[in-house]
């Protein structure tokens, strides 16, 4: 006796042309679970992307004489990183480099357009980190060394200093004059105010002791070492100094720069591990209807 009289009546015929289907959709479901396990992604590529832009590095001031707090709520140093930072992140295709430089010089990030790695390194600026004092002289020598073998047309270097030159056995106007020659335009910037400042002098029982100082900055040198480069000097009284000299920047002549940039891909294994389930949901309802034969 069958239970499943129905099915005996149609033959075998019913039962091969279901096997048939049975047998495609398992294989259907293999080959899409394969498909799927691949991980296909579809938009993923590198170009090399030709953009305008200019070749710039950055020396910084990180003498101790750049905590003084004439620039309240901030000290120089804060508003300084600060306003570069805010010049970093108007960049689209210019290579940035960074020289932190005190007593001595010494290059943070070499020309690049990873922007991230830029920032974070102006970030992490601290007096300290160098033998204290101003070097302008070696601090124009190292940024002008990252420089001179830039391919671009135009190269800048932006020297942000809060003192005199003090360190050092390289003459600033001689540093000057080698980077005009390798065609390196310098924008320098004073950072503080006139008259007198509250000036670190020591470390208390409760942090660093401050007096009141003279404000020392070699305006005449600065000048002079700008316009030795076809540049500019700007005495950053207050916190729109930076500002100004982004847009001196901009109007510089652009050379061309080879930028690689990664597009951003996109899954596509849903589909196919969809296409994978329902095979299997088709297949299970085939075994339910057609149901084993006793």
Known sequence: VFSRADVLAKGPRAGRSISRTLFI????????????????????????????????????????SM?????????????????????????????????AFSGEALTQVPLTTDYPVVLAAVANLQPGQLEDGTAIGTAIATAANRLRGAPGRSRVMVLLTDGVNNRGSIDPLTAAQAAAAFGIRIYTIGVGSEGMAPVPVG???????????????????????????????????????????TSEIDRLERSPVRVQQFINYTEIFRWPLGAALLALAVEMLLFAWRGPLP
């Open 203 to 245: 470390r208390g029982l409760f942090g660093l002791r401050y007096e009141n100082r003279p404000v020392e900055i070699d305006d005449e040198l600065l000048t002079e070492v700008a316009r030795k480069t076809g540049g500019r000097y700007y005495r950053a009284r207050d916190a729109a100094a930076l500002e100004r000299i």
């Open 67 to 99: 905590l003084a707090q004439d620039f309240q709520p901030q000290n120089r140093l804060e508003v300084a990183r600060d306003k570069v930072r805010e010049f970093i992140r108007g960049r689209n295709s210019d290579r940035i480099g960074v020289v």
């Open 25 to 64: 959709l398992r294989n259907l479901l293999l080959a899409a679970l394969v498909l799927a396990l691949a991980r296909p992604r579809a938009g993923a590529r590198a170009e090399n992307v030709t953009s305008e832009g200019i070749d710039i590095v950055v020396a910084f001031d990180i003498s101790s």
